[in-house]
């Protein structure tokens, strides 16, 4: 049964993100105004076990005020929900879990990092290849497809957006923007 559920959504992975690049980007009326700082912040709340049982610090750094972009907020929430995922799954116990929410021009950049072993520098520009799967010493959990940064860069930049990774001192982190609006 286990096996079924996670073939499903390999399967509905790989037609959302068929869907996206036969479309070449987010259509506008999947598009909405929404503060991603509330959207981060939410997702963020539902690895709270996760962090506990693995005792992790959280570094939030976010503005007092909302942060409002133009954009498929269920998609954004994917995309915050796949690195945060990743950044507790390779996060050591008692290691540090970052999120930050910065504006720059008419950009709002998300960065989600951890603490912990970081990616050989050989590996990085291959993080974002379908089916590439990072060194699994890195990983107890072996599993996997090895589509969840693919499914994370499809997304951004099917908005139009960036998304750009550094690993070095032992430290990884994830950045990508998104649009800024009033």
């Known amino acids: ?10 399967v509905r992975s790989m037609l959302d993100i068929s869907r996206l690049q036969d479309q070449g980007g987010i259509p506008d009326e999947k598009k909405t105004r929404f503060d991603v700082e509330e959207c981060a912040g939410q997702v963020l709340i ?9 005792h992790l610090d959280v570094d939030v750094d976010i503005p007092e005020l909302p ?3 133009y954009a498929c907020e269920d998609y954004i929430t994917q995309v915050i929900y796949n690195l945060l995922d990743n950044a507790v799954k390779f996060c050591p116990e008692k290691g540090t879990l970052g999120l930050k929410l910065r504006e720059g021009g008419n950009k709002a950049y998300v960065s989600i990092s951890n603490t912990g072993d970081t990616i050989p520098s050989e590996e990085l520009p291959l993080v974002f290849d379908r ?3 990072i060194d699994k010493s890195r990983s107890q959990n072996r599993d996997g497809w090895g589509l969840g940064l693919y499914i ?4 951004v930049c099917s908005h139009g957006e960036n998304i750009s ?5 032992g430290k990884t982190e994830f950045t990508f923007t998104m649009p800024l609006v009033n």
């Open 1 to 10: 049964s286990d096996e079924t559920k996670r073939l499903s959504r390999l």
């Open 46 to 54: 539902t690895f709270e076990k996760k962090i506990m049982d693995k």
């Open 67 to 69: 942060t409002f972009t």
């Open 131 to 133: 089916f590439h799967k």
């Open 152 to 155: 994370v860069k499809t997304i």
């Open 165 to 169: 990774v550094s690993s070095r001192d």
